[in-house]
Every structure is written in structure tokens, then in C-alpha cells.
């Protein structure tokens, strides 16, 4: 069965397009586009997200989705929140989990943000996904970003295998909101 919708999904992480494809294909095809965009650092990741879409739209002149994830611990207000890829990158799993050593919480949450922009000019759209769960010692595979330290029910996201993982993380959760959205509009909601 053809899809009736082509996103040009903007990344240069190949576990998130492994994630994007398994998540949305064949419903709807998910090409990758891989750009170097200039990323604001903002406070929150809607604004961070709505910004690199304008941007990817402008640059490819056409349908594109972009994503944002964020980790926020609870007892740090927040943080590392949008910041979360260049606080692993310094401390590595150690040294985020070090960040709670002074908390008896240790809930967090993680958050994906997509936003969807039909092309330049038109204003992106946004659809979120967030898991509450807590940061725990590295266990699992410890090949994409934070998913070791993050538990959710009993286990890390890492301890996962990526079907499960699919189901309910974050980024399963924004994309389903993706996927409502583009069943309601139709054919005509992207055009490839």
C-alpha cells in the first residue's frame, strides 16, 4: 500500500530516523534531509523547534518535519531541558546523573517536539510527546543519547528492544499526534 504522505524529515541522527521510519512508515513516507542548521538556544524547546523548522523550510522550499528532545530533571527545574545533547556531549551518563547527587528526586521527563511546516511561508505546526519517568544509573545499550538513564516503568529505555521502546517513548507519542493531524487533512495536507 502507497502512502498517502511524504515528509522530508530533517536530520543528521540516524538513530532518530530509524526511530521516525519504524514509527510512521508505511503510513507515511519519511525521506531524510540532512542540514546544517543553525540551532537557537532558547528556553523552551517549542521555540527552539518552531525556529529550525522555519529555518529547514526556507532552505529545502518545501514540506519538511524537524524535531527537538529534551531531557528535564524535576528537581533542577527543568534542566538540562533543550540543552540536554551538549550536557551529555561535557558530562557524559555519569556526570548527568552526578547533576542529582544533592536530590532525592530523581523523576524526569522526557519531551520530543515536532514540528511539521508545509513549506516557507507557512507557520510550523507542533506536536509533543512526553514520558514521566526518573534517571537512573547507565544499563542498557548505551548507543543512542541518554536512553540508558532513562527509566520508565522498571526499565531503561536502552533495556528496551526498539518495538517496545516504540510504543511508548516520547517521540511514539509525538508522532502519533503527527499522524492523527495528517489522516484528518487528507492527501492534500503534504504535498511531496
Given at each position: 500500500m502507497?502512502?498517502?504522505?511524504?515528509?522530508?524529515?530533517?536530520?543528521?541522527?540516524a538513530?532518530?530516523?530509524?526511530?521516525?521510519?519504524?514509527?510512521?512508515?508505511?503510513?507515511?513516507?519519511?525521506?531524510?534531509?540532512?542540514?546544517?542548521?543553525?540551532?537557537?538556544?532558547?528556553?523552551?524547546?517549542?521555540?527552539?523547534?518552531?525556529?529550525?523548522?522555519?529555518?529547514?523550510?526556507?532552505?529545502?522550499?518545501?514540506?519538511v518535519?524537524?524535531?527537538?528532545?529534551?531531557?528535564?530533571?524535576?528537581?533542577?527545574n527543568?534542566?538540562?531541558?533543550?540543552?540536554?545533547?551538549?550536557?551529555?556531549t561535557?558530562?557524559?551518563?555519569?556526570?548527568?546523573?552526578?547533576?542529582?547527587?544533592?536530590?532525592a528526586?530523581?523523576?524526569?521527563?522526557?519531551?520530543?517536539?515536532?514540528?511539521?511546516?508545509?513549506?516557507?511561508?507557512?507557520?510550523?505546526?507542533?506536536?509533543?510527546?512526553?514520558?514521566?519517568?526518573?534517571?537512573?544509573?547507565?544499563?542498557?545499550?548505551?548507543?543512542?543519547?541518554?536512553?540508558p538513564?532513562?527509566?520508565y516503568?522498571?526499565?531503561?529505555y536502552?533495556?528496551?528492544?526498539?518495538?517496545?521502546?516504540?510504543?511508548?517513548?516520547?517521540?511514539?507519542?509525538?508522532?502519533?499526534?503527527?499522524?492523527?493531524?495528517?489522516?484528518?487533512?487528507?492527501?492534500?495536507?503534504?504535498?511531496?
Amino acid at each position: 500500500m502507497a502512502s498517502k504522505h511524504i515528509v522530508n524529515f530533517v536530520t543528521g541522527n540516524a538513530n532518530k530516523l530509524r526511530e521516525v521510519k519504524a514509527i510512521l512508515e508505511p503510513t507515511i513516507t519519511v525521506e531524510s534531509k540532512s542540514l546544517d542548521l543553525i540551532e537557537i538556544q532558547a528556553a523552551t524547546p517549542e521555540e527552539v523547534t518552531t525556529d529550525k523548522c522555519q529555518r529547514a523550510a526556507d532552505e529545502l522550499k518545501g514540506p519538511v518535519l524537524v524535531e527537538d528532545t529534551c531531557l528535564c530533571f524535576d528537581a533542577l527545574n527543568g534542566l538540562p531541558g533543550p540543552y540536554i545533547k551538549w550536557f551529555l556531549t561535557s558530562l557524559g551518563h555519569s556526570g548527568l546523573l552526578s547533576l542529582l547527587a544533592g536530590h532525592a528526586d530523581k523523576s524526569a521527563q522526557a519531551v520530543c517536539t515536532f514540528a511539521f511546516s508545509q513549506g516557507p511561508g507557512h507557520k510550523p505546526l507542533l506536536f509533543q510527546g512526553r514520558v514521566h519517568g526518573k534517571i537512573v544509573e547507565a544499563r542498557g545499550d548505551g548507543k543512542f543519547g541518554w536512553d540508558p538513564m532513562f527509566e520508565y516503568q522498571g526499565k531503561t529505555y536502552a533495556e528496551m528492544d526498539p518495538a517496545e521502546k516504540n510504543k511508548i517513548s516520547h517521540r511514539s507519542l509525538a508522532l502519533a499526534k503527527l499522524k492523527t493531524w495528517l489522516e484528518e487533512k487528507g492527501p492534500d495536507a503534504v504535498v511531496p
